[in-house]
């Protein structure tokens, strides 16, 4: 089985974000990055598949050179080798990456497609619909119990309320969500290997955006609460606040 797991790298989540001085980025200094979680429970599916049906596991990532850490924890886990679809700079949008994305795997016809549902940086839940629709083939996202037997694919899916099992047939887009499985953890014979196994570099095939962004700011500040300790007698103030400045009433 030939299957391809797509990655990226974003911020740590415990990243306190500050705003560039052009307003259109976070000021990178400082920032660790990391492989986005999503992803890692896309790849650890990948890994379970593999370890059942066999063949080979390819991650996809998107971007600058530094994407490239991304394709070398999915290493660090175990999958095969890594393809960079290269870009010339950091100004690129979902449409962007889904269609260098899908003009690649247009070229390698897998069985196969795993993403993360999202990406924890822009949260955007984008790309495996928009892959989908530009390879003309299934996606199922939110994806929390999978099983593939004999080229039939049943996947359980959160909704809202409740739970939903879709079928397929390979191939298939699926956009893992967290419950999937339980990421393994990379051990020292798995760190040692993925220093050898080979990054395919290749330009992008798509430049263009469709999506600009104008500006950033930072939430303002919560404001500090206000204490009454009068009892009854604060009752006619606090009213009037909360109509009059928390507009709540």
């Known amino acids: 089985m030939k299957i ?3 990655v990226s790298l974003v911020p740590d989540s415990t990243t306190k974000v500050k705003i560039s001085d052009s307003k259109k980025s976070i000021d990178e200094n400082g920032v660790s990055f990391v492989l986005n979680p999503y992803d890692e429970f896309a790849v650890e599916e990948a890994l379970k598949i593999r370890e059942k049906n066999g063949g080979e596991i390819v991650s996809i990532s998107f971007g600058t050179d530094r994407s490239k850490e991304a394709l070398k924890k999915s290493f660090q886990m ?4 890594g393809v960079l679809i290269k870009s010339a700079s950091n100004d690129f949008d979902s449409f962007t990456v889904a269609r260098n994305i899908s003009d690649y795997i247009k070229t390698q016809n897998p069985d196969l497609v795993l993403f993360g549902k999202q990406s924890i940086d822009f ?3 984008l790309i ?6 530009m390879l003309e083939i299934p996606a199922i996202s939110v994806v929390v119990k999978l099983d593939i037997i004999d080229g039939k694919v049943t996947a359980e899916r959160e909704i809202e309320g409740g739970k939903e099992i879709v079928e397929s047939k390979l191939p298939v887009i699926i956009g893992a969500q967290k419950g999937l499985n339980e990421p393994r953890y990379p051990n020292l014979k798995s760190i040692m290997a993925a220093k050898s196994k080979p990054i395919e570099e290749i330009p992008a095939s798509y430049s263009g955006i469709k999506v600009g962004i104008k500006e950033m700011n930072l939430p ?8 009454f300790t009068n009892g009854k007698d604060d009752v006619k103030e606090l009213v009037k606040l909360l109509r009059e400045e928390a507009k709540v009433i």
């Open 78 to 81: 175990g999958v095969d080798k």
């Open 4 to 6: 391809f797991v797509c």
């Open 128 to 133: 495996p619909s928009m892959v989908s629709e």
């Open 220 to 227: 303002p500040a919560k404001a500090s609460g206000k204490i």
């Open 123 to 125: 949260d955007g839940l």
